[in-house]
């Protein structure tokens, strides 16, 4: 395999390698590489880059058996403990406009009510991406039903994400397939070099191909009985208590929690020095490690 390698930057800064790519020497020996690619800020790492070469039975020998055990005594005692912290939080919350005498003072605590109560819910968040891979228990019904009660109170449609998140990880830096954190190539996108594109919105309120299958439709319908219940609670408490007060004790930790999810899956999948392959070269292991652990 050849240490020189051409490779073309994708919207996100990061390298494409394709089997192609990997053959090809560069367009002059003599050159330096950063005259023979102008656009391109090739360093050592990715002029020497070869992919690994590992297999499903490598990856699975270096995690201890242990992990992939599921405990559903251990993930129920999780869920509760989550519970308990966030109402605690929210029962704490109530005191804040009775209790503190002057507006800043009120305005501080809110703000830290929002921080606080946001980032203990992104533990709630996490329950139910266990339960979207079958992690949470050994039980698919038990599953199902704490992953649907609790993604729809944190708004979001459980078996439609469930089923775009199994294709992330089934593709995951396969750049032809990528279902999400999907890029283009600069030039594909038409782009400058460094300069972001906007891309078209998947609805995962419909199984529209080709991320979703059409099939999936009472899968769907499930999920979105669970948005349509969560915002009729929403609304009710909006109708008794006002708006702001909703806005208060819910949409804002809402915002945190989402703002953390953004957060770690961009750390997780973003970095010069993780890339994206297409072709022959990848494979779903390469794909699979495409990640950095922060």
Same mark, same amino acid.
């Given at each position: 395999?050849?240490?020189?390698?051409?490779?073309?930057?994708?919207?996100?800064?990061?390298?494409?390698?394709?089997?192609?790519?990997?053959?090809?020497?560069?367009?002059?020996?003599?050159?330096?590489?950063?005259?023979?690619?102008?656009?391109?800020?090739?360093?050592?790492?990715?002029?020497?880059?070869?992919?690994?070469?590992?297999?499903?039975?490598?990856?699975?020998?270096?995690?201890?058996?242990?992990?992939?055990?599921?405990?559903?005594?251990?993930?129920?005692?999780?869920?509760?403990?989550?519970?308990?912290?966030?109402?605690?939080?929210?029962?704490?919350?109530?005191?804040?406009?009775?209790?503190?005498? *002057?507006?800043?003072?009120?305005? #501080?605590?809110?703000?830290?009510? @929002?921080? =606080?109560?946001?980032?203990? +819910? !992104?533990?709630?968040?996490?329950?139910?991406?266990?339960?979207?891979?079958?992690?949470?228990?050994?039980?698919?019904?038990?599953?199902?039903?704490?992953?649907?009660?609790?993604?729809?109170?944190?708004?979001?449609t459980y078996h439609a994400w469930q089923q775009s998140h199994s294709k992330h990880h089934k593709n995951t830096?396969?750049?032809?397939?990528?279902?999400?954190?999907?890029?283009?190539?600069?030039?594909?996108?038409?782009?400058?070099?460094?300069?972001?594109?906007?891309?078209?919105?998947?609805?995962?309120?419909?199984?529209?191909?080709?991320?979703?299958?059409?099939?999936?439709?009472?899968?769907?319908?499930?999920?979105?009985?669970?948005?349509?219940?969560?915002? *009729?609670?929403?609304?009710?408490? #909006?109708?008794?208590?006002?708006? @702001?007060? =909703?806005?208060?004790?819910? +949409? !804002?930790?809402?915002?945190?929690?989402?703002?953390?999810?953004?957060?770690?899956?961009?750390?997780?999948?973003?970095?010069?020095?993780?890339?994206?392959?297409?072709?022959?070269?990848?494979?779903?292991?390469?794909?699979?490690?495409?990640?950095?652990?922060?």
């Amino acid at each position: 395999m050849s240490s020189s390698i051409t490779v073309e930057e994708n919207v996100n800064g990061r390298l494409l390698y394709d089997s192609a790519s990997l053959k090809t020497e560069p367009k002059n020996q003599h050159q330096p590489m950063h005259l023979q690619y102008p656009n391109q800020q090739i360093s050592r790492f990715e002029r020497n880059y070869e992919p690994m070469d590992l297999t499903i039975k490598h990856i699975r020998g270096a995690i201890p058996k242990r992990l992939f055990a599921r405990n559903t005594d251990k993930s129920m005692i999780y869920r509760v403990r989550e519970l308990v912290m966030m109402a605690s939080i929210f029962y704490g919350a109530t005191w804040i406009d009775t209790s503190l005498p *002057s507006p800043e003072l009120k305005a #501080s605590v809110w703000v830290i009510y @929002w921080l =606080v109560q946001g980032t203990v +819910g !992104v533990g709630l968040w996490v329950l139910c991406h266990e339960c979207g891979h079958g992690a949470f228990s050994d039980y698919k019904i038990l599953n199902t039903m704490v992953g649907w009660i609790l993604h729809s109170a944190l708004l979001i449609t459980y078996h439609a994400w469930q089923q775009s998140h199994s294709k992330h990880h089934k593709n995951t830096g396969m750049v032809t397939k990528l279902v999400t954190n999907v890029t283009l190539t600069r030039s594909q996108a038409g782009l400058p070099p460094l300069w972001p594109k906007v891309l078209p919105m998947i609805s995962h309120f419909w199984p529209t191909p080709p991320l979703f299958d059409p099939v999936q439709k009472m899968t769907f319908f499930y999920s979105n009985c669970g948005i349509a219940l969560m915002v *009729s609670i929403l609304a009710y408490n #909006s109708h008794q208590f006002s708006c @702001w007060t =909703v806005i208060k004790f819910y +949409g !804002v930790p809402y915002l945190i929690v989402n703002g953390w999810m953004i957060c770690y899956d961009y750390v997780q999948h973003t970095d010069p020095n993780v890339p994206y392959y297409r072709g022959a070269i990848w494979n779903f292991q390469r794909g699979a490690i495409a990640t950095v652990d922060r």
